[in-house]
């Protein structure tokens, strides 16, 4: 039979099912095998064949046909997976049955009266997982339990999606007995033998995972929630011990994706010349992975990490969370499965930076934004991976891509869930020490990024670009201003040595930030200048010898901190400065430093699907981000991090006068200090709505209660002793060249003569149920973006976030 006449067969049978006003019964095989018995589609096919608009007729018109049609494609794949799919003919009914129900799954979850379809006991369900007619009643089993277990057997299944053990074809093992743990698909983690590569299985393997990544989308047709309890059932039940595969398929879709090499021998064009059906089997199990990886809102998690991090981990190992997946993932302990993973992921998430001399020459994954949920995960869930990514040089292997895709993305406005990510990923690595001391090792490599050319550290290339985004980035991204000066901030007591030119870009931020229309237009934009004050008091405190840089912008701009000392704060001159505001925001100050190759916030690429997350809470609590995802740390004298913790309500600004009155020898360190207990504890609204931002007007009470807490003292005392002998040295000498003074504050020292080093504070990130649901909203919108062909969730009525067609 010719692939057209399958085609046509298939085709009316869908007919036929639309058009009957009869429910038609289930034992009637002859009728419902024609979806799946004696076809040859593959899923494009389906999708083509089975249209949007007869699915939903069916399930209003003859809502039984379309439940029979799904049992019955369930139990095909049960009894698959009983007999363990011996024969060629088989497979393909299995497969059909997978496109099928791929195709109609969706329609199934966006009704909300079909939505508890799966999960009703369905007569002849066993517990056991088979649908056996002589099945007890009371021992009935779920469809989608039943759905789920079936495909969990078939990805372990011999000849189908596994490699046979036994000699001879004809002796299979019987997939009920077999131990799955011995078809773990790749080398990696807890399992040592690759087995050979075989195109035919990892196309079965992306077909199963491609229904299971179905099942486990019904997240997507509910409406945001940071509930807790607010579960997604199917994976609660896909990642429990029911599952009998859920530690050798969690290995074997890890070790898939770490041990997965994109450009291979590097041979040029070859992804050209060969098909990679790897590829399609790494995307799929990197979707899975991010989707399976949630539970109870982090808050299993959570409490593992902090057992971890307590004293008594010897002593009471603490109980792993429900969810198998995140228990073996937070387990991962060996170094050579971390460095595994590590390499794995870096060797990824560098794939679009690799530079060849032919073009186009260098295959590139476009699977990057679910690698950094991935690595976000990784992070987050296992204390001791973070630990192993920090301890050597190895984080700036993903520092650099993170840092390269922040670039990339800044002026486009679709790519602001990419940004969220990369950020929330530094803010989270910053809380450590380590980071910070690893990022002054000198940056060599060259990659692509229309940032000026510079010789220094990755430090440095950190704050280049930072800079860039906040002067060149488009207005959506203005909420994650202090999170990037935050990340800069933690990073700050550790930085040897920063570049002339990172240092002059610090100093034309505070010189963008402090000018007065700015202070003076939102009740929170003052704080970004006390970060950036904050930044230099640690360099300078904690790092002068080295900085000479810095310390010499400073000098230069030293009217810039004069003009902040005497900031007027009378009603007449706050007027004034509110009438010369600009209408564009900070990149249009005086300064045209922020000119040097920017580029223009373009709309999003024309012929593409963009998902929209702003119209849900995902975007509208980042601007309370900081205090919310953050916790303050303080490092002790012996270097260890001690918790800060916060105080029951904000102070209010008596209290905070009263924190201002502390005597000058300790003003340093204490109002530095106290500044960010209570000026952060407020909610960062700073880029508001116009109705909240014309029901608020600076006046000379608020700006009087945060200028006298401006951490200045610092700065004024190197500018006090350093201004006057830096200009003796250009008369006597005639300097004009800057390279003499640079040496000259190289050799020097202010030993003594500053006030007493402030305690380091370092923000840590700190999970809540707000950011949990940002997770999954932006998740579950790069999923919907990446799975065009077959565009499985296209034209369904999405609930979790926006759609916007261009």
């Known amino acids: 039979m010719g692939n057209a006449d399958t085609k046509l067969h298939f085709r009316k049978a869908v007919i036929q099912l639309t058009t009957k006003t009869q429910p038609v019964e289930a034992t009637d095989d002859a009728f419902w095998d024609q979806f799946w018995a004696d076809t040859c589609t593959n899923v494009q096919d389906v999708f083509a064949l089975v249209p949007a608009a007869e699915i939903r007729a069916v399930r209003e018109e003859s809502p039984s046909n379309l439940a029979t049609l799904c049992y019955k494609a369930v139990e095909r794949l049960v009894q698959g997976a009983d007999s363990g799919c011996r024969s060629e003919k088989e497979r393909q009914v299995l497969l059909n049955c997978t496109r099928l129900l791929t195709r109609i799954l969706p329609y199934i979850f966006e009704d909300a009266d079909w939505r508890g379809f799966f999960w009703s006991t369905v007569p002849g369900a066993g517990r056991s997982g088979r649908l056996d007619e002589d099945a007890d009643e009371d021992e009935a089993r779920p469809l989608a339990e039943s759905l789920l277990l079936a495909i969990a057997d078939l990805l372990f299944c011999p000849e189908f999606t596994a490699q046979n053990h036994k000699k001879s074809p004809d002796s299979l093992e019987d997939i009920r007995s077999i131990d799955s743990c011995e078809y773990i698909w790749e080398a990696g983690v807890g399992f040592a033998h690759s087995p050979p590569l075989n195109y035919v299985h990892d196309l079965n393997r992306t077909e199963l995972l491609k229904l299971l990544l179905t099942c486990l989308s019904e997240a997507m047709y509910l409406p945001p929630s940071s509930e807790k309890r607010n579960l997604n059932p199917w994976v609660s039940f896909f990642c429990s011990s029911e599952n009998r595969h859920a530690l050798p398929l969690f290995t074997s879709l890890l070790n898939v994706v770490c041990a997965y090499d994109p450009v291979g021998y590097g041979i040029p064009y070859n992804h050209l010349l060969f098909s990679d059906h790897r590829e399609q089997l790494v995307e799929q199990a990197v979707q899975i992975l991010i989707v399976t990886l949630e539970h109870e809102g982090g808050s299993a998690a959570s409490a593992a990490l902090q ?22 993932l937070s387990r991962i302990h060996r170094e050579e499965d971390l460095s595994f993973i590590l390499k794995g992921l870096a060797r990824l998430m560098n794939n679009p930076l690799v530079q060849t001399y032919l073009p186009h020459s260098t295959k590139k994954i476009q699977f990057h934004q679910e690698l950094l949920i991935l690595f976000w995960k990784f992070c987050d869930f296992n204390k001791k991976f973070l630990f192993f990514v920090l301890k050597s040089s190895d984080v700036l292997d993903v520092l650099v891509p993170i840092l390269f895709s922040l670039n990339d993305a800044r002026a486009d406005q679709s790519r602001v869930g990419l940004m969220h990510i990369g950020v929330f990923i530094l803010l989270l690595l910053s809380g450590e020490r380590n980071f910070g001391v690893r990022l002054n090792k000198p940056y060599a490599l060259r990659v692509p990024m229309d940032i000026p050319v510079f010789t220094g550290t990755h430090a440095d290339l950190l704050v280049l670009i930072f800079h860039k985004i906040i002067t060149c980035g488009n207005q959506r991204l203005q909420p994650l201003f202090d999170c990037l000066l935050t990340i800069i901030v933690n990073i700050s007591p550790y930085l040897k040595s920063l570049s002339m030119l990172a240092a002059n870009k610090l100093l034309h931020l505070l010189e963008a930030f402090s000018t007065p229309w700015f202070l003076f237009s939102s009740p929170q934009n003052h704080h970004l200048v006390f970060f950036l004050l904050e930044v230099f008091n640690n360099i300078i405190q904690y790092q002068f010898d080295g900085n000479c840089n810095l310390v010499y912008a400073i000098i230069r701009k030293r009217n810039v901190f004069h003009q902040l ?23 249009r100050s005086n300064s045209t430093e922020s000119r040097d190759s920017s580029r223009p916030a373009g709309p999003a690429e024309p012929g593409t699907l963009k998902a929209s997350l702003e119209a849900t809470p995902v975007f509208s609590c980042v601007p309370l981000v900081l205090d919310k995802i953050t916790e303050k740390s303080q490092v002790s004298v012996d270097g260890t991090m001690v918790t800060v913790s916060h105080p029951d309500s904000p102070q209010t600004p008596a209290d905070c006068s009263a924190v201002a009155a502390a005597s000058d020898t300790e003003s340093n360190s204490e109002r530095d200090h106290e500044v960010f207990h209570t000026e952060s504890e407020a909610a960062r609204s700073r880029f508001s709505s116009v109705s909240s931002s014309a029901a608020w007007s600076a006046n000379t009470d608020w700006v009087l209660s945060w200028k006298a807490k401006l951490p200045l003292q610092t700065i004024m005392r190197l500018l006090q002793v350093l201004v006057p002998q830096v200009e003796k040295i250009c008369i006597d000498k005639g300097l004009t060249d800057e390279s003499e003074i ?40 790069v999923i919907y973006l990446r799975n065009v062909d077959p565009p499985i969730w296209y034209d369904t009525d999405i609930r979790l976030f926006e759609i916007q067609r261009i």
């Open 307 to 328: 057992a971890l991090d307590s004293s008594a981990v010897e002593e009471q190992e603490p109980a792993g969370p429900n969810n198998l997946f995140v228990n073996y």
């Open 565 to 587: 000392a005497n900031l007027p704060s009378d009603a007449a001159s706050v007027q004034s400065a509110l009438q010369r505001k600009k209408k564009s925001g900070i990149s």
């Open 742 to 781: 640079l040496k000259f504050l190289q050799h020097g020292t202010l030993v003594g003569l500053l006030p007493v080093p402030h305690p380091i504070l370092i923000r840590k990130y700190q999970a809540n149920a707000g950011t949990a649901m940002w997770f999954r909203t932006y998740m579950w919108g």
